[in-house]
């Protein structure tokens, strides 16, 4: 139920296909919407297609249902599925049900894309062999066959992942928490709900396991484990675990028994002190998994960050693009306009779907770091109304724009030589695109005809 554009569901499909099942594939988009090639399915029977809709027998006469992870626990039709005893379960639940591998799983509001796949690099330059994969990537489904009880899988998983996960008791090995903060409250109704999701990453975690928390984030520095607890973050309080000063880079690690000083700031090769914490919460995991110091350095040092966060794409008549199209929360996009130099102005397109968040922070960064913003999608208007609170001088000039390339265009209007061009929302895709990713590979196109155009 649910396809979703990221692989999950067509991963999911193609895995009981393989393991010889009769599979409905049903979804409210239809096939062009999905970006799907039904030909490329096979012959016509082999997957019964509902697309553009949904029929109640399904969930009433299927064996197992297997639910997009974006779908409301409290959808209609699963109730009727669960009314009729048919058992839920999701992609991620069928890859960790059959995962012969060590598991260090990251989650958190920000951050967690990056260091997901910061581990991933250090466990690689270590010489182990790693995968990657949950809400970044492809599905891991196909590559079972070659994951090997010795290996390390990496998974970023989000709060809708872990609702199922949790049904479960799934337990990481090593789990990351990188930071707390309201999202996606449209779909949790409360921050108490959003966090009691998050919190199942740590809640089957025995004492044989580690758990790495962000000791800056007050609440998530309280949160309930049974595992080993391990710490990372900007403040040193004496604490196992890996401690960076953000104004010189250098790090302390602090691990069974041992301390060390080192220059991680010099081995991070992407802009911002948020990326500096990322490689402290990496750096933390890899060491519970048993990396040594020199493939923390090595890992670190070739990573060169990820598609549509803080990429990036070029320069063009003396302005730097940037696509951040994964700053899908305030605290992201935030994050992102912190990132640059005070005498580098700012031209921001920001705004997108309405995920029921406050807007306010986000609105006092525009003020204080951008000159220009294009607001887009649901929020725009009320980011406009926030701009007209906090900026009684017209500081920040700023349109409400009725699509993609209008933003562009007008952000592009705007901007002078030495400007820094941002494409970070702070707000999900789903009003205008199929996700970010799209969002983000749409910027990357116009930079690209405009420079064309030159």
Not at 140 to 163: G, R, T
Not at 170 to 188: E, I, K, M, Y
Not at 228 to 236: A, E, T
Not at 319 to 329: G, V
Request: net charge neutral; with cysteine.
């Amino acid at each position: 139920m649910g396809l979703g554009t990221f692989g999950g569901g067509t991963g999911a499909l193609r895995f009981l296909l393989e393991q010889g099942a009769h599979v409905t594939a049903t979804d409210l988009r239809n096939a062009e919407q999905l970006g799907l090639r039904l030909s490329d399915w096979g012959p016509p029977g082999r997957v019964n297609w509902r697309l553009g809709g949904h029929d109640e027998r399904d969930f009433r006469e299927a064996d197992l249902v297997v639910v997009n992870p974006a779908v409301p626990l409290d959808s209609p039709l699963l109730e009727i599925a669960r009314r009729h005893g048919i058992p839920l379960t999701t992609e991620i639940s069928l890859f960790w049900q059959n995962n012969p591998a060590r598991v260090i799983a990251v989650t958190g509001s920000n951050g967690k894309s990056t260091t997901a796949a910061m581990i991933h690099a250090i466990l690689r330059a270590a010489g182990w062999v790693a995968w990657l994969g949950g809400n970044i990537g492809h599905s891991l489904l196909a590559d079972l066959p070659n994951i090997k009880s010795q290996h390390w899988v990496v998974l970023e998983v989000s709060s809708f992942q872990l609702e199922h996960l949790d049904c479960l008791q799934a337990r990481p090995d090593v789990a990351v928490v990188t930071n707390f903060s309201p999202n996606h409250l449209d779909r949790h109704g409360t921050l108490d709900a959003y966090r009691r999701a998050k919190q199942a990453l740590l809640r089957w975690q025995t004492g044989g396991d580690v758990s790495v928390l962000n000791q800056d984030d007050p609440d998530v520095a309280n949160w309930p484990t049974a595992a080993r607890r391990v710490w990372f973050g900007f403040l040193d309080r004496r604490r196992e675990g890996v401690f960076v000063a953000p104004d010189t880079g250098r790090a302390v690690v602090r691990w069974n028994g041992f301390e060390q000083s080192l220059p991680l700031g010099q081995w991070v090769r992407l802009p911002g002190p948020h990326n500096l914490q990322n490689a402290a919460a990496a750096a933390t995991a890899t060491l519970a998994a048993g990396v040594s110091v020199d493939a923390l350095q090595t890992g670190l040092e070739t990573f060169s960050g990820l598609p549509h966060r803080l990429q990036f794409v070029g320069e063009v008549d003396g302005r730097q693009f940037y696509n951040d199209s994964l700053a899908t929360t305030p605290e992201s996009a935030i994050t992102a306009l912190r990132s640059f130099s005070p005498s580098q102005p700012i031209v921001l397109l920001a705004g997108g779907y309405d995920k029921g968040v406050d807007l306010s922070r986000f609105a006092d960064a525009i003020v204080r770091h951008a000159r220009v913003a294009a607001l887009m999608g649901q929020t725009a208007a009320t980011l406009e109304q926030l701009l007209g609170e906090r900026d009684s001088t017209g500081s920040v000039r700023h349109v409400v724009c009725t699509d993609f390339e209008r933003a562009f265009q007008w952000a592009v209007q705007q901007s002078r030589p030495g400007d820094i061009v941002l494409l970070s929302p702070g707000c999900a895709s789903y009003d205008w695109f199929r996700n970010f990713a799209e969002r983000g590979e749409r910027f990357i196109a116009l930079v690209r005809s405009l420079d064309r155009t030159r």
